[in-house]
C-alpha cells in the first residue's frame, strides 16, 4: 500500500502561481510513476502531468503545456507540480495518483493505470 497526501493549493489569482506538494509514505521501495490529475464539479478526472520513476520521462496534456511543470524527488518520495500562468479554469481539485510499474521510464496516461490515490487539494483561481 501506498499513501498520498496532497498540499499546496489555495486562493491565487489570475496569472499567479502555485506549486503543489505531494508526500508518499508506505511501499515506496517499489517503483512508480506519478501523475497529477484534477477534477472540477461536474466535470470528469482529467489527467494533467505524469513523470516517471527515474523522472527521465514526462508527459503533459496539451492545456498545461508550458504552464505547469511536474517533477520528483525520490529521496524525499515527493512529486511536485509547479503551474504558473494560472487560469480561471483551472480552478479544480488536484490528486495525486500512483501507478506500479516495471519500467521506470513509464509515464502511464490512463486513469485506470493508477493505483493509488490521495484526498486532494484545492486551487481556486479568481479571475
Known amino acids: 500500500q501506498v499513501q498520498l497526501a496532497e498540499s499546496g493549493g489555495g486562493l491565487v489569482q489570475a496569472g499567479g502561481s502555485l506549486r503543489l506538494s505531494c508526500v508518499a509514505s508506505?511501499?515506496?521501495?517499489?517503483?512508480?510513476?506519478l501523475g497529477w490529475f484534477r477534477q472540477a464539479p461536474g466535470q470528469e478526472r482529467e489527467l494533467l502531468a505524469v513523470v516517471s520513476w527515474s523522472g527521465g520521462n514526462t508527459y503533459y496534456t496539451d492545456s498545461v503545456k508550458g504552464r505547469f511543470t511536474i517533477s520528483r524527488d525520490n529521496a524525499k518520495n515527493t512529486v511536485y507540480l509547479q503551474m504558473n500562468s494560472l487560469k480561471p479554469d483551472d480552478t479544480a481539485v488536484y490528486l495525486c495518483a500512483a501507478s506500479s510499474s516495471s519500467n521506470v521510464r513509464d509515464v502511464p496516461q490512463k486513469e485506470a493505470q493508477y493505483d493509488y490515490w490521495g484526498q486532494g487539494t484545492q486551487v481556486t483561481v479568481s479571475s
Open positions: 508506505g511501499r515506496t521501495g517499489s517503483s512508480y510513476a
